[in-house]
């Protein structure tokens, strides 16, 4: 006998059976995706912290060749050469050309965060003269005392600045003289560039780190290396006394 029946496993879902599925898929997608953008997020910190270790290496580099000197901060809007560029030019890529790292590094993207590439330019402010444009980083005010060491003119005559000067750099202090754990470098925070914290290429550490990466900042220490920090750890050294970021040589406050 013959029929019409349609056979069970040519049978198609039901509204319900499809209804779970989509269900099961929704809550599968929600369990998973803070994962995934966490992943996200750690590859971009590790990323990070690979291109800060670059710094260090070319930190390290230029002090082999400047008798353990770090090399100038760039501290303050002063017309002097430093690590991360010269004369007041630092909003295109091209005046990285012209810092005191760039022959160790020779690369723009060395300088910045893989993740500061998706900001918004535009909400960066007074772009012109804004060292924001070109790196993620800065470096510690300390290694030129934050200002109280004396500036020198170079003497090899080598180079000059726009007005046809010596460049003038910063005496700053040798490696060897910070603890190898103390802060030279760190990546800025970015949600600060509102108060002009980007106006050179150092801070004082109140000035504050990243908040891109998972409670993470990446900071690169007196001997080179690169290592993550906790926010809450960065912000706990931000005290009174002598610590990791407050660390001018031989001043008992870190200070001057």
Known sequence: MTGNHTSPSSRGFTLIEL?????????????FTPALDQLKDLAAMVSCADRMRQMGMAMMGYADEAKLRIPGPNWRRAHHRGWLYSDLQMDQLEHLRSGLMWPYLRGVDSYRC?????EDPDMVPHRPNNSRMITSYCMNGSVCGYGHRAQV????GSTCDLHGQPWVFWDTYKWTEYEANDVIMWEADETTSQKGWWHDGSNFPWE????RHIDRGNTVCADGHAEWMLLTDYYAMDCAGKTRLWNTPGKANGRW
């Open 19 to 31: 209804l779970v599925v989509i269900a099961i898929l929704a809550l599968l997608l929600a369990i």
């Open 153 to 156: 003119a170079a003497t090899d």
């Open 114 to 118: 893989p993740d500061d590439y998706d």
């Open 208 to 211: 504050g780190i990243t908040q």
